[in-house]
Antibody
Framework: EVQLVESGGGLVQPGGSLRLSCAASGFTFSSYEMMWVRQAPGKGLEWVSYISNSAGIIYYAESVKGRFTISRDNAKNSLYLQMNGLRAEDTALYYC????????????WGQGTLVTVSS | SYELTQPPSVSVSPGQTASITCSGDELENKYTYWYQQKPGRSPLLVIYQDNRRPSGIPERFSGSNSGNTATLNISGAQAMDEADYHCQTWDSSTMVFGGGTKLTVL
């Protein structure tokens, strides 16, 4: 069974940093593209970042470019999101999700980890 | 930047067909994907590559994509189909989501 379990969320002050993790199991992690998607309270889905299976290709949404860094450790079956310079508008539930194929749909999602940026 | 536009809400009577649209410039030239999200739950993929259903998704879910509009149809809508529906595509190296549509079955 495919499982994605996020962790690392919490309350942080504006300008602060957090590192999110996503533990994957039930599939060959190194074969799949992975993404982070967030959802602000009561709002729609917003794509955050993409990483190819080998980490050779990385993309970011304009809203986080220069502040967030996506990475993965295929030996540990883990995906990460380092978030620096956090702003109030980054407050959201952060999901990690698996790509169905190359730049395709997201076929499995974690349960999300909540990030709250507030003083 | 590329944008996808969805109606904020759609209502349907039980047993009827619900149609949820997603509009974007020359969207027919891109694949569209659809997700169902129930309150407090993670999104669930219900349609990929415009009209394909993942394993386990009921046949009453179907999709199409023509011109500037992709459409998710739910035939014989049931109370369990009440949820938010999000469309998604790729524009070059950017994943784009629509704003989401709340489907009410009443």
């Amino acid at each position: 069974e495919v499982q994605l379990v996020e962790s690392g969320g919490g309350l942080v002050q504006p300008g602060g940093s957090l590192r999110l993790s996503c533990a994957a199991s039930g599939f060959t992690f190194s074969s799949y593209e992975m993404m982070w998607v967030r959802q602000a309270p009561g709002k729609g889905l917003e794509w955050v970042s993409y990483i190819s299976n080998s980490a050779g290709i990385i993309y970011y949404a304009e809203s986080v470019k220069g502040r967030f860094t996506i990475s993965r450790d295929n030996a540990k079956n883990s995906l990460y999101l380092q978030m620096n310079g956090l702003r109030a508008e980054d407050t959201a539930l952060y999901y990690c999700a698996r790509g169905l194929g190359h730049l395709s749909a997201l076929d499995y999602w974690g349960q999300g980890t909540l990030v709250t940026v507030s003083s | 930047s590329y944008e996808l536009t969805q109606p904020p809400s759609v209502s349907v009577s039980p047993g009827q067909t619900a149609s949820i649209t997603c509009s974007g410039d020359e969207l027919e030239n891109k694949y569209t994907y659809w997700y169902q999200q129930k309150p407090g739950r993670s999104p669930l993929l219900v349609i990929y590559q415009d009209n394909r259903r993942p394993s386990g998704i009921p046949e009453r879910f179907s999709g199409s994509n023509s011109g500037n509009t992709a459409t998710l149809n739910i035939s014989g809508a049931q109370a369990m189909d009440e949820a938010d529906y999000h469309c998604q595509t790729w524009d070059s190296s950017t994943m784009v989501f629509g704003g989401g549509t709340k489907l009410t079955v009443l």
